[in-house]
């Protein structure tokens, strides 16, 4: 049984098997999951897990170059991005900002979704691997 770390299985092999440049999704209760793409769902109820519960616990968890939001999530959602401001600072890492469209797009190439039970709008993040031999940010 495993001491310390992500304790859902799911994630955790989902973390253990990405490569440089594989995405993954965080995602709210609201975003539709593509065919074909892997969900993990952690929804248990509205808000339960939140959109910030789930990214500050991946933030520790996976080495990450580049971040993809919906342009969006800055007006409709500033406490969620301000989340993503404080994690993932502008200067250290990519920000990628389309629109919501072209962000459900790029969600069918996602590894997975991890479906959080988050219940405000456009709360939901790309997150892109990078090599874990590069400097740590």
Same mark, same amino acid.
């Given at each position: 049984?495993?001491?310390?770390?992500?304790?859902?299985?799911?994630?955790?092999?989902?973390?253990?098997?990405?490569?440089?440049?594989?995405?993954?999704?965080?995602?709210?209760?609201?975003?539709?999951?593509?065919?074909? /793409?892997?969900?993990?769902?952690?929804?248990?109820?509205?808000?339960?897990?939140?959109?910030?519960? #789930? #990214?500050?616990?991946?933030?520790?968890?996976?080495? #990450?170059?580049?971040?993809?939001?919906?342009?969006?999530?800055?007006?409709?959602?500033?406490?969620?991005?301000? /989340?993503?401001?404080?994690?993932?600072?502008?200067?250290?890492?990519?920000?990628?900002?389309?629109?919501?469209?072209?962000?459900?797009?790029?969600?069918?190439?996602?590894?997975?979704?991890?479906?959080?039970?988050?219940?405000?709008?456009?709360?939901?993040?790309?997150?892109?691997?990078?090599?874990?031999?590069?400097?740590?940010?």
């Amino acid at each position: 049984m495993q001491k310390h770390g992500i304790l859902n299985s799911h994630i955790a092999k989902v973390l253990a098997d990405l490569g440089h440049t594989d995405t993954i999704c965080i995602g709210d209760c609201g975003l539709p999951i593509p065919e074909g /793409v892997r969900k993990i769902d952690l929804a248990l109820t509205y808000g339960v897990p939140s959109f910030e519960d #789930v #990214v500050r616990l991946l933030r520790y968890h996976m080495q #990450v170059e580049a971040i993809h939001v919906g342009e969006p999530m800055a007006k409709e959602n500033p406490d969620n991005y301000a /989340v993503l401001e404080e994690l993932y600072p502008k200067d250290c890492y990519e920000w990628i900002a389309t629109s919501h469209e072209e962000f459900k797009e790029a969600t069918k190439s996602c590894k997975c979704i991890i479906r959080t039970g988050e219940a405000t709008p456009y709360s939901n993040v790309i997150l892109r691997a990078d090599c874990i031999f590069n400097e740590e940010k």
